[in-house]
């Protein structure tokens, strides 16, 4: 069973360009979150999702961040026009249906370096 | 303060020897779980304690939780220069109806250094 895969592992960008990062959650997840860590912090939440539906975005920046979990395919974590501020290592995790653990299995991360 | 605080920041000690890491949280949590992170890398998940357990064991690990301090603890016997990493204690916080939130708070963290 393969874990949380994430790509790419390191993403550079140009001001103004836009950034996708994908996550495939592990095999039977069907819950994923995207966290955030800035240099020589902790993670911070950015917005849970299920297939189709976003449960919470409280932690996404208002403007310019967006999140997808089709029903097929990758969650997709878009930044437009980005900013040098925006450069700090973005983690997928997921978890299992609600009423297991509730543990959280992260991915490697996406690095992301804004020029 | 923020929910998830690790204490101390940073802790350096010798091989063999114990580390304890405190983190202390704000919030009725549904449960506490701590990771692992080694420099550049992703989190490793460690162990999970439920609000209504008071000690965990997983290997040379142990964890205690204390509701009523909003506080717990994380014991690495033993240590090893592999255990060299940064520590991060994360709380699922109670929603409402006593569902979970679903996201994880994290603390900054403590930086562990085991020297051989």
């Known amino acids: 069973n393969a874990g949380v895969m994430q790509n790419p592992r390191h993403l550079v960008r140009r001001r103004g360009q836009e950034a996708r990062l994908r996550c495939s959650p592990m095999?039977?997840?069907?819950?994923v979150y995207w966290y955030r860590q800035l240099p020589e912090e902790g993670l911070k939440f950015m917005v849970y999702?299920?297939?189709?539906?976003?449960?919470?975005e409280s932690g996404m920046p208002k403007e310019r961040f967006s999140a997808e979990f089709p029903k097929e395919g990758p969650s997709i974590l878009r930044i437009q026009q980005v900013v040098r501020g925006d450069s700090a290592a973005y983690f997928c995790?997921?978890?299992?249906?609600?009423?297991?653990?509730?543990?959280?299995?992260f991915g490697p991360g996406t690095r992301l370096l804004v020029l | 303060s923020q929910q998830g605080e690790e204490d101390p920041q940073a802790l350096s000690i010798q091989e063999g020897e114990n580390a304890t890491m405190n983190c202390s949280y704000k919030t009725s949590i549904n449960n506490l779980q701590w990771y692992r992170q080694n420099s550049g890398r992703g989190l490793v998940h460690l162990i999970l304690i439920r609000s209504n357990e008071r000690e965990k064991h997983s290997g040379r690990l142990r964890v205690t939780l204390d509701t009523s301090k909003k506080s717990s603890s994380l014991l690495i016997t033993a240590s090893r220069a592999a255990d060299t990493a940064s520590y991060f204690c994360a709380t699922d916080r109670v929603g409402t109806g006593g569902t979970s939130y679903g996201k994880l708070t994290f603390g900054q963290g403590t930086i562990l250094t085991v020297h051989p």
């Open positions: 995790a997921s978890s299992p249906p609600l009423g297991g653990s509730k543990t959280q299995y």
């Open positions: 095999k039977g997840h069907s819950h």
């Open positions: 999702l299920q297939k189709e539906n976003i449960i919470d």
